[in-house]
């Protein structure tokens, strides 16, 4: 009886995510917070009928999420990637010091000891690049530099993310992490994203013409989606997001001329998973947990309240990057805010290891969904001044 | 580490799937032998690469089969279904008597109890129209008055085999089953299969209007597939196939002005997912459990033997139902061959309840194994006789 289970999930699932994200956009908001709100309807915060933690529906919404990535690889510039390397190397570096620096400060004024000062820190400095990514294509500015520095920063980020993840564990399991160990974190990392974007591009266009020479039925397409999940994988094994790895394969692919038919047909797939990976998340978001009639209640709020001001101004601190460029530093620094899941990945990571009491992963949770759910308007907002008009930037299939 | 192994897992999958599909229609063959033999090399007969009881693997093989059912009962005509459907009964009813019969009869004389007996023979009533149905796809016959024929009778296997299944049942747990309970299983099913067909089809006007006037993205391949989703959950609460559902919302869909934007965005998840299905159920068949060299082994061959032979024998049957009318009997005698996964689920079941011992077990996974892969390249070579051309009637996308 599991399988009915699950197709009756995605039967709500879609249809909530769908409605509500008509009725964010008809009050002109991005369609991700429909998604979100829906999540956190059905979720954990209130009806509680779909249930984040299952694991097959886990599994389709992080696959969600990679060919979300995907996709919006096969949407950008590698050159202009490239182009832009620098800047978004300095964004993600101070995205990441500023809000970890500043986050660990307070912790420490606040009177936490600390290790949990150093977790929530490194809690700060992560990004939730499916969100920002998610509203720059939904209201058609992916192709401005101000989001091929955010993907690029993104990337970074994760880099960046690793190390400190690699860190701060070795840290809370008091073990002294060597020089070399980091150093081969890094490497590993930087080898798969070189090879990626070099081996990857010689390899994707051989596969690329094996399968346009097959008469087997979508076979361009298959070879598409090996290559991603193919990546996605790799990225995993060196200790990257998956998201990375996807993100990368759509780079490459991008380069090749079937680019249209291959996003064309992906985007099928992502249509219907990527809405997964939305509601999932909010899904996981967890209302429940702050009772504001009692003290305990209140001091989460306050901390939270706290947090969210130093996670927020840490990461727009990283606008300062482009400063006195073209650029608009508010586009890019709001676009770095979201924490999403990997917020909570963090979080859950600090509870799990006992570094946070109950307070201080509430008030982690409170954090992580404010900045989530804040992103999508704020950011849409900004580019409707900045002047994005594009509503519907691809051809709406269907 | 769980993501990252389903990644691989869908990586080798879909690669080795692509192949073998490609080297199989090289040598004229229907794509979905090659996608069995995949399965065979990757699972337990041979490599053991790929796990088909893994339970995430196994959902996404079951949605393959939701979508691939989907995408052929919006390929098919309900009004030719209807005006086949008297046929179709037929050859279902004759499709289950003949080898239920001969099953039994051929098992007593073998010497084998009266319990396990029966089991085999209700083994023998299955019909996998996942097989079939993906051959006169592949091949492009669909629409001929034979394909409509099968697929109607699919469905009237199906709800016999329902009924079939509840008697069965009833008798392994020594229960006296009334006809009281028997007619209930048949009426909830019936009530469903009307419901679907009449109450379904207003609905999905009504669905598809409001997701026209919808702005967010891919509203009505949304909507198409939480229709989809939802019969075939509806179908499984009833006791039927889930994909029995899938077909009648795929059959309601064919009946809007939509179904052409509907089936081109569904056919692009079915390209991901359909393989699946088909590796996985080859995965599931497993050469190891034969061991030639031992006389249990070549016991197991015997027994194996004849009941191929009353399998087809009696499915072949069927056929006689359209005796003296301008349709090809063979045709449709071949296309109800194969057990595939239906034939595996009641072996399965024969075990856990003790019916079968592991001899009859394997006899029976032998049978399922060869009626499964003979058919695909017979029925192929049939439809070219009668003059099938068509190799892709599909227009390939990608």
């Known amino acids: 009886m599991e399988f009915m289970h699950i197709l009756l999930m995605l039967t709500i699932i879609l249809a909530a995510a769908k409605l509500l994200s008509e009725l964010s956009e008809r009050i002109s908001q991005p369609a991700v917070l429909g998604e979100l709100l829906a999540g956190l309807i059905l979720g954990d915060s209130l009806l509680r009928i779909v249930d984040p933690h299952n694991e097959i529906l886990h599994t389709l919404a992080e696959l969600g999420a990679v060919l979300l990535l995907f996709e919006i690889g096969l949407e950008s510039d590698i050159t202009e990637l490239f182009r832009v390397g620098w800047r978004s190397l300095w964004v993600a570096i101070i995205g990441v010091v500023t809000p ?21 820190g490194a809690t700060l400095t992560a990004t939730s690049v499916g969100i920002t990514a998610r509203v720059l294509k939904d209201i058609g500015i992916l192709r401005w530099g101000e989001s091929q520095i955010i993907l690029g920063a993104a990337v970074a980020d994760d880099v960046i993310g690793l190390l400190i993840l690699a860190v701060v564990s070795g840290l809370v399991q008091g073990e002294s992490l060597t020089v070399w160990q980091v150093g081969k974190v890094l490497a590993l990392a930087l080898v798969f994203l070189l090879g990626a974007l070099t081996v990857g591009l010689k390899a994707s266009h051989i596969l690329l013409r094996i399968a346009e020479q097959m008469r087997a039925r979508a076979a361009l397409v298959t070879a598409a989606l090996v290559f991603c999940f193919l990546f996605a994988a790799l990225a995993q094994v060196v200790g990257l997001a998956p998201i990375v790895g996807a993100f990368s394969a759509g780079l490459v692919l991008a380069r090749t001329e079937h680019r249209i038919r291959i996003t064309e047909r992906a985007s099928a797939i992502a249509d219907m998973l990527v809405p997964l990976f939305f509601v999932v998340m909010g899904a996981q978001m967890n209302l429940r947990a702050i009772d504001i009639t009692t003290p305990a209640g209140r001091s989460i709020i306050g901390l939270a309240a706290l947090l969210i001001v130093v996670a927020i101004v840490g990461k727009m601190a ?23 899941e990997v917020g909570l990945i963090f979080a859950t990571i600090g509870l799990q290891q006992k570094v946070f009491d109950v307070t201080v992963y509430t008030a982690v949770l409170v954090l992580v969904m404010v900045t989530t759910l804040i992103t999508p308007p704020w950011l849409r907002t900004l580019a409707r001044r900045y002047g994005a008009r594009a509503q519907h930037p691809v051809p709406e299939h269907a």
Request: aromatic share 10%.
């Open 100 to 120: 970890a620096v500043l986050g660990f400060a307070v912790s420490l004024l606040l009177g936490l000891p600390v290790m949990p000062a150093i977790f929530i």
């Open 318 to 340: 990283s606008g300062l990057a482009v400063w006195r460029s073209r650029l608009r530093p508010w586009l890019i620094g709001v676009g770095m805010v979201p924490r999403g």
